[in-house]
């Protein structure tokens, strides 16, 4: 064998392997090194001797049908067609976030947002302050956004000691700023406004809103409309981006309710016993009807935005001729500095003070785990603005030398920001890994003001926290514990139960039921009724445990059947997770891990060893917030 071919051989096995290590890379770190591939070779390509990147970028491409034609150059059908797919994917986010994730709890929200809405003003008064009195007064909204996809990617990078809550801090603050930036578009940047094509507009959303209405729930019946939206909104003159939020907006969106879920599970129990193609489409029709086409369209447009239309966004927006020349220029002119200045220093400085404010005014409060220190990181991440800013630039300018100005800023600007947003995390990840968290600490303290609560906090000594599951076996005799404790410590000891499912397929149907009683006002009296059914195998387990429980049963299963309490449902779950909790139940003492023996001596042993440390004053009750119980005794 030659050296030739032993070489091509290894060089194909090393390919192979940074092909396999890519793909066990997080998908947000896989989809910025995708992105900032195609801005490099834009780069490259741009300033590649000739003029070929802006001749093939200026090529002609249109749709001729009968007596109409539509032609757009393929910088402009990138920028208004396949973004019209960016922008419906980042709302159909928002829709998500706001129905049924992070932006329900106002209390959880209102510190990115209100972090997000700095982040939009400040960077712009700052951009405004430094090109004032210029033509490039025009691009301040070139700053008001954050690349959500570039943020979430190197924070995978160089965050990883970072607290899970972080993420769901940025991705809160990123979609906030995406509707921003969505508005700055729609009402700052539209030209040569023509209203008779709105017509066309709201025939469209009017055919989508008539089928969400009428439930239609084939994703692609909604497509015909959609195309009708985004004629109306390119004819007219807005941008016709805008045509993916208005859609995304108004596509149907709810959480799996338990009857679609048990219709489809009899449905793929049918195929299971008889396969067959009717059988096989009644079952891929009843999934398909258990998730919400907002789901199921968010799904679909992701992998293609991550993969395919923002890198051929970069390939088509960020070539920049980049020349002592240009350089020269564009590092003399006020737009450049403007920009440097709003996404650098007007992002840092706008969510890391409004974030400090929010918190010490009390409008809300950062999640367990979560300091200022790393949401001063993220502020300085999130002076990336490439995406949208670049998208601005093209908008806000008319003049090639400003754009040209604008888009080396944003580089610039972005390229800065992640220098110093992964210094930042650098350091923080040195400082999380010296003050790790105690792995036994409990992340989130008894709280009578959230959690269903034994006892009175503000009179007992201890705190105990269960995390069960009652689709367990040892369901009973967890609960057998719990009265045992009860009876020997009574009001010295505030006691809560939260949900882990812990692997059992009924587990959170179980939960989600004690939180519909709960509504009514009977938590612990459907917990004891379920525990008397326990384990819970079948969802008529849970009808028979509410009709003792002596709750009204038709609302009831309302409740059920909406999922209400699914908030607290899944933030006791990801708790659990955080906890890396492996089995059901699990008990915290005052905050702490009780790792001990699981039968009623041993813990009441570790309970009263608590409480005597309490009572002579060696030590605080710590694990819980004290206050006013509202919940009953026992």
């Not at 084939?218 to 390119?234: E, N, Q």
């Not at 790393?374 to 800013?389: A, C, E, Q, R, Y």
């Amino acid at each position: 064998m030659t050296a030739a071919v032993v070489g091509r051989e290894r060089g194909v096995r090393s390919l192979a392997a940074t092909g396999r290590r890519l793909r066990r890379t997080p998908e947000a770190i896989r989809g910025a090194v995708v992105l900032l591939s195609a801005t490099l070779v834009a780069l490259v390509w741009a300033n590649l001797p000739g003029a070929g990147y802006d001749a093939f970028w200026h090529l002609p491409l249109g749709i001729q049908a009968g007596g109409l034609e539509l032609e757009l150059d393929l910088r402009h059908w990138v920028n208004e067609a396949l973004m019209a797919f960016f922008f419906a994917l980042l709302t159909l986010e928002v829709r998500r976030e706001i129905e049924l994730g992070e932006l329900r709890d106002w209390r959880r929200a209102s510190v990115p947002l209100v972090a997000a809405v700095a982040g939009l003003v400040l960077p712009a008064l700052l951009y405004v302050w430094v090109t004032w009195a210029t033509d490039a007064v025009v691009g301040w909204g070139i700053v008001v956004s954050t690349d959500t996809a570039f943020v979430l990617g190197l924070l995978a990078l160089v965050g990883r000691a970072m607290p899970a809550s972080l993420r769901v801090f940025l991705v809160t603050l990123a979609v906030a700023d995406d509707v921003g930036a969505l508005g700055v578009i729609a009402f700052a940047y539209t030209d040569d406004f023509d209203p008779a094509p709105l017509l066309l507009v709201a025939a469209g959303l009017g055919a989508i809103a008539a089928m969400r209405f009428l439930r239609v729930w084939r994703g692609p019946v909604y497509l015909l409309p959609s195309a009708v939206v985004w004629l109306g909104f390119l004819l007219s003159g807005v941008h016709a981006t805008l045509a993916g939020v208005a859609i995304a907006a108004l596509l149907p969106i709810f959480a799996t309710r338990h009857e679609d879920v048990r219709r489809a599970h009899d449905q793929v129990r049918a195929f299971q016993m008889t396969p067959s193609a009717e059988h096989a489409r009644t079952a891929e029709e009843s999934l398909a009807r258990a998730v919400s086409i907002n789901e199921r369209a968010h799904r679909a447009l992701a992998p293609y935005v991550a993969w395919l239309i923002l890198p051929v966004f970069a390939l088509a927006n960020a070539g920049v001729p980049v020349t002592p020349q240009s350089l020269a220029d564009a590092f003399g002119s006020p737009l450049t500095w403007g920009i440097i200045a709003g996404l650098v220093v007007g992002k840092a400085v706008a969510i890391s003070l409004s974030a400090w404010a929010a918190t010490r005014l009390r409008l809300g409060a950062l999640a367990p785990g979560l300091r200022l220190s790393h949401v001063v990181g993220v502020s300085l991440l999130s002076g990336m603005g490439f995406t949208i800013s670049l998208f601005v630039a093209d908008l806000a300018f008319d003049d090639p030398v400003d754009v040209g100005r604008a888009q080396l800023g944003v580089l610039a600007a972005s390229t800065l920001a992640a220098v110093l947003g992964a210094v930042a995390f650098a350091v923080l990840n040195r400082r999380e890994r010296r003050l790790a968290p105690d792995p036994g600490r409990l992340v989130r303290p008894l709280d009578p003001e959230r959690d269903h609560v034994l006892g009175d906090p503000s009179l007992a000594v201890v705190g105990v926290v269960a995390y069960g599951d009652f689709a367990t076996p040892f369901a009973p005799r967890a609960d057998e514990m719990r009265q045992e404790m009860r009876r020997r410590f009574g009001s010295r000891v505030a006691f809560t139960l939260r949900h882990h499912a812990a692997g059992q397929p009924f587990g959170r149907a179980a939960a989600l039921a004690t939180e519909a009683a709960a509504r009514q006002g009977l938590f612990w009296e459907m917990h004891d009724a379920l525990v008397g059914e326990a384990p819970i195998e079948a969802e008529t387990q849970l009808r028979r445990a509410a009709a003792r429980a002596g709750l009204n049963l038709r609302r009831f299963e309302r409740d059920l059947a909406s999922s209400a309490g699914a908030t607290r449902v899944d933030e006791d779950f990801a708790d659990a997770a955080a906890m890396q909790l492996r089995q059901a139940p699990t008990y915290f003492i005052d905050g702490r891990r009780y790792d001990g023996p699981i039968d009623a001596e041993s813990l009441i042993g570790a309970v009263r060893t608590r409480a005597e440390a309490v009572r002579s004053g060696g030590d605080h009750p710590k694990g819980y917030r004290g206050g006013p119980s509202s919940s009953r005794s026992s």
